[in-house]
T-cell receptor
Framework: ELKVEQNPLFLSMQEGKNYTIYCNYS?????LYWYRQDPGKSLESLFV?????AVKQEGRLMASLDTKARLSTLHITAAVHDLSATYFC?????????FGTGTRLTIIP | DAGVIQSPRHEVTEMGQEVTLRCKPI?????LFWYRQTMMRGLELLIY????????DSGMPEDRFSAKMPNASFSTLKIQPSEPRDSAVYFC??????????FGPGTRLTVL
């Protein structure tokens, strides 16, 4: 059974700082997603990573994948307030996705 | 495209009542997924369909829950009878093959 762990669960960051969210998965997965969820809202797809060493960047967010270590990271550069949200990683096996517990990110001015 | 559409957005009902949640997937998508999100259990996959056929319902919590997809444009998730522990946000998502799953706005269910 595919299991996905994220850490940290909660993260408070000051504006302008850098930080990384980690996502580990337990068995072979053929794709890794990062989603964002604002309070009371739906999940929005940010990135999909399909191969070892894949790196995707959008604005202040950069995601990477190491399939050998079964690890994906989401790096936040020079955080700004509008990045405050809950971030989920999800590992894919066949058609199904298994989601991590989410990381609630709060950016403090 | 309008994205995944769910209705109702909010539902408040009393214990023992039947609840029906509805979903319209993105046109052309061949997979449809039903998820439940709670603070305690996070995001759980309940059931998913491929080309209107249920493929895996192992996440459905118990027989009180049922789901149908009569055609490519419509799916329902029914709870009968509802219980307070069913209170959660229920999301529908759709995808083309194993591409990105796109989520609907969710239905917030409260069972009193």
């Amino acid at each position: 059974e595919l299991k996905v762990e994220q850490n940290p669960l909660f993260l408070s960051m000051q504006e302008g700082k850098n930080y990384t969210i980690y996502c580990n998965y337990s068995t072979t997965s053929d794709r890794l997603y990062w989603y964002r969820q604002d309070p009371g809202k739906s999940l929005e797809s940010l990135f999909v990573l399909l191969s070892n060493g894949a790196v995707k960047q959008e604005g202040r967010l950069m995601a990477s994948l190491d399939t050998k270590a079964r690890l994906s990271t989401l790096h936040i550069t020079a955080a700004v307030h509008d990045l405050s949200a809950t971030y989920f990683c999800a590992a894919g096996a066949n058609e199904k996705l298994t989601f991590g517990t989410g990381t609630r990110l709060t950016i403090i001015p | 495209d309008a994205g995944v559409i769910q209705s109702p957005r909010h539902e408040v009902t009393e214990m023992g009542q039947e609840v029906t949640l509805r979903c319209k997937p993105i046109s052309g998508h061949d997979y449809l997924f039903w998820y439940r999100q709670t603070m305690m259990r996070g995001l759980e996959l309940l059931i998913y369909f491929n080309n209107n056929v249920p493929i895996d319902d192992s996440g459905m919590p118990e027989d009180r829950f049922s789901a149908k997809m009569p055609n490519a444009s419509f799916s329902t998730l029914k709870i009968q009878p509802s219980e307070p522990r069913d209170s959660a946000v229920y999301f529908c998502a759709s995808s083309w093959v194993t591409d990105t799953q796109y989520f609907g706005p969710g239905t917030r269910l409260t069972v009193l």
